[in-house]
DNA sequence: TACTTTTTTCGACCGTCGGTCGATCTTCTT
DNA sequence: AAGAAGATCGACCGACGGTCGAAAAAAGTA
């Protein structure tokens, strides 16, 4: 079998996932199931997959690939302000994290999927990183950002961001991550020297 | 059998978990192993606990109560500087967080025990942004810190250190983590109108 | 086409796990 | 002392992740 028609079978698994996980977390979604749901047998998991586990790494994988690469289009067009382009990424990484994120749970706590959603934020901020980093740097390069440590920056911004988006690790309701946001917009301004209220656009939620 | 005899047995089943931590992760931890290591039947764990879930919670729960109480004394002692308190509740967070903290695994990607840290981190963050909104609030009004949105300021300082403290969802050696920190030090002395350099001792890492 | 070989599919099966349950032992009460 | 209430236990249960060899499907060969 040719490596195109593997990859179709680990996405229709893959798929077949995506799809259970919208309505259960991982803990209660057995093999079968995912079998179950692509139409195969438990056994061609295995022919697939070498583990349960495996299945969701691909499939955090497949996600986050799409914002990196719009990511490292973006780092490219240094004609854009940077902070447009941050808020090109941030909407990207947004979109495509929906896959994982914590549902609204309204009487119950928050859903014990922690285990997919940091498999995630950790690989969508050690890729997003540099990439991040370097856009800073060009906003630097050309007088926008006046900042000492843009690798701190961008890691920063990156863990606020993804950790409040997620809504597990810090659960508040939209109200309150409004303001979590716009005090974060406020640090921004501030510390990259920028006048008030300049940055407001960033509030793209 | 009283309360304190109760606390007891649950504490040395606690005990027994936190040194089986040491050696292996969550899942792979039976019940069976922590009722042996705690020298009693594995009926009698599911006396004192509903399911291993909520052993997990109480012994996240046991560990995060220290700095918790730390920290809501230090919110009294409004003569102390806000910035010197929160030096102290982020290193009694730092000495109780080591208990699930992602160990150097040299060769290896971090281990996978995302669960339980996932769970003391959100416990932590929840539970001590209302004590360090309040010191932030102080220091506003004492007026050495500028500042308008306290409660994102502590909620965005609590996440970026929690995550930097775990290093598991954004590891780095400790080369990039101190620069991480010092990078988040100049954006508070920037964004609460402080000095440069005015913040450096909050580096005691 | 007829055959062998290789790839792919499958579900019964295995060991282990979290959790239950009634039997049993211990400790309190009167 | 005797019964009630509290505490302990491990055999047992259903379900899970993962294995395996048989068998079906596909590909190669003449």
Redesign the interface.
């Known amino acids: 079998m040719t490596d195109l028609q593997n990859q179709n079978k680990q996405n229709q698994i893959l798929d077949a996932l995506q799809a259970l996980l919208r309505a259960k977390n991982i803990q209660n979604i057995s093999v079968s199931e995912i079998a179950q749901a692509a139409g195969i047998g438990k056994g061609s998991i295995y022919y697939y997959f070498p583990s349960k586990?495996s299945i969701l790494d691909a499939l955090v994988e497949r996600n986050y690939e799409k914002p990196l690469e719009t990511a490292k289009n973006l780092a490219r067009q240094t004609e854009v302000s940077p902070f447009t382009r941050m808020a090109m990424i941030f909407q990207a990484c947004r979109n495509s994290s929906s896959a994982f994120r914590a549902q609204e749970t309204p009487g119950a706590d928050?859903k014990?999927d922690?285990?997919i959603r940091?498999?995630y934020?950790?690989h969508l901020?050690?890729e997003m990183?540099p990439v991040l980093t370097e856009i800073i740097q060009q906003g630097i390069a050309q007088g926008q950002i006046r900042?000492?440590?843009p690798?701190?920056?961008a890691?920063?911004v990156?863990?606020?961001l993804t950790?409040?988006l997620d809504n597990?690790?810090?659960?508040s309701d939209p109200r309150?991550t409004e303001?979590?946001?716009?005090?974060?917009i406020?640090?921004l301004e501030?510390?990259t020297?920028n006048p008030e209220g300049s940055l407001n656009f960033l509030m793209t939620w």
Do not use: R, Y
Request: negative net charge; without cysteine.
């Open positions: 586990d928050v014990e922690a285990f940091q498999k934020m950790k901020i050690s990183k900042f000492d440590h690798a701190a920056l890691e920063i990156l863990i606020v950790v409040k597990a690790l810090a659960p309150e303001e979590t946001i716009l005090g974060l406020s640090l501030k510390g020297e």
